[in-house]
Antibody
Framework: QVQLVGSGGGVVQPGGSLRLSCAASGFTYSKYGMHWVRQAPGKGLEWVAFIRYDGSTKDYADSVKGRFTISRDNSKNTLYLQMNSLRADDTAVYYC????????????WGQGTMVTVPS | EIVLTQSPGTLSLSPGERATLSCRASQTVSNNYLAWYQQKPGQAPRLLIFGPSYRATGIPDRFSGSGSGTDFTLTISRLEPEDFAVYYCQQYGNSPYTFGQGTQLEI
């Protein structure tokens, strides 16, 4: 079945780095743009980043621009989020998400991976 | 950036009742690219409605979406016990893709 499995979360000190991964299966990963969305504890959803199906275009929320980098390896069906210069307000569950074939509503979500940056 | 404002913040209803959730955008949502998601505690969001009136695969027909431009509505015709959750709207017509702050639907 169509599935996204996120990994790589953990506790990191302020100013540190972490790389999240999202393994895709059950669909032709190389044909889809992909997104990262995060949710701080007890808060709402925040879109973080997008990468085009071929990696040629990337887009970021202002809150992470210059610190986070989205990338993908289509040979491994895997999406990445490199997070540098982490701050306490980056603490959140990070979800990878796949859009519908016809538009960018997110029909498949990973289970989420928790990133904690102590204040 | 398009700001989405959902109302009410909390909606208290009983099973069998009708729920009406609102999402208002600070500017026109391009192509009416507006989606609704349901989220239960400890779970990832689930896509309910997109575009703004198409049900996602497997979503019961008691869920319906409507609206255009800046004003959108999610209606649940007859609440089932499993419908009590948090609901988010999202616009995906313009970057950055933004979400509303959520409506808590409680018994």
């Amino acid at each position: 079945q169509v599935q996204l499995v996120g990994s790589g979360g953990g506790v990191v000190q302020p100013g540190g780095s972490l790389r999240l991964s999202c393994a895709a299966s059950g669909f032709t990963y190389s044909k889809y743009g992909m997104h990262w969305v995060r949710q701080a504890p007890g808060k709402g959803l925040e879109w973080v980043a997008f990468i085009r199906y071929d990696g040629s275009t990337k887009d970021y929320a202002d809150s992470v621009k210059g610190r986070f980098t989205i990338s993908r390896d289509n040979s491994k069906n895997t999406l990445y989020l490199q997070m540098n210069s982490l701050r306490a307000d980056d603490t959140a569950v990070y979800y990878c998400a796949k859009p519908l074939p016809s538009n960018d509503a997110f029909d498949i979500w990973g289970q989420g991976t928790m990133v904690t940056v102590p204040s | 950036e398009i700001v989405l404002t959902q109302s009410p913040g909390t909606l208290s209803l009983s099973p069998g009742e009708r729920a009406t959730l609102s999402c208002r955008a600070s500017q026109t949502v391009s192509n009416n690219y507006l989606a609704w998601y349901q989220q239960k505690p400890g779970q990832a969001p689930r896509l309910l409605i997109f575009g703004p009136s198409y049900r996602a695969t497997g979503i019961p027909d008691r869920f319906s979406g409507s609206g255009s431009g800046t004003d959108f509505t999610l209606t649940i015709s007859r609440l089932e016990p499993e419908d009590f959750a948090v609901y988010y709207c999202q616009q995906y017509g313009n970057s950055p893709y933004t979400f509303g702050q959520g409506t808590q639907l409680e018994i």
